[in-house]
């Protein structure tokens, strides 16, 4: 499948991309992305952490239900991601699972919600030049 061209216009419309991820516990939740995920943070202030994530990429799906945002991290070893984030005390609450297009499973943050991890098996555009 060829790459969409990008004209010098499209370039720099957009910088990046900032997730929010909505939660009973915020700080706990935080917690987990610094320490646990061990993810770079700058602090917006007053403890306000924000999150450098990796490369990332955006799939549009059809739904005839009510229509949704979700948010999957993205592995290249999905077994020696979920054992290295069991060790370092993530719950994993979702065992591997194979879905054709790729591996699922899920973490539990210290609020409870899930966030999903998963290895494509798909051609993947997080990592195109620009």
């Known amino acids: 499948m ?9 370039r720099d419309m957009f910088s990046g991309a900032h997730v929010i991820l909505y939660t009973r516990d915020a ?16 602090d917006a202030g007053r403890g306000w952490l924000i999150f450098k994530l990796p490369p990332a990429e955006v799939a549009v799906h059809p739904t005839s239900e ?10 290249d070893d999905l077994t020696t991601t979920l054992k290295d984030l069991e060790d370092r005390g993530a719950e994993i609450s979702r065992a591997i699972t194979d879905q054709g297009w790729g591996l699922l499973a899920a973490v539990r943050l ?13 051609p993947t555009a997080h990592s195109l030049s620009p």
């Open 2 to 10: 060829a790459a969409a061209v990008r004209t010098a216009d499209d």
């Open 27 to 42: 700080e706990a939740d935080r917690a987990f992305l610094k320490d646990v995920a061990g993810f770079p943070h700058v």
């Open 66 to 75: 009510e229509p949704k945002h979700e948010l999957y991290l993205m592995c």
């Open 110 to 122: 210290p609020s409870g919600t899930e966030l999903p991890l998963y290895e494509p098996r798909h």
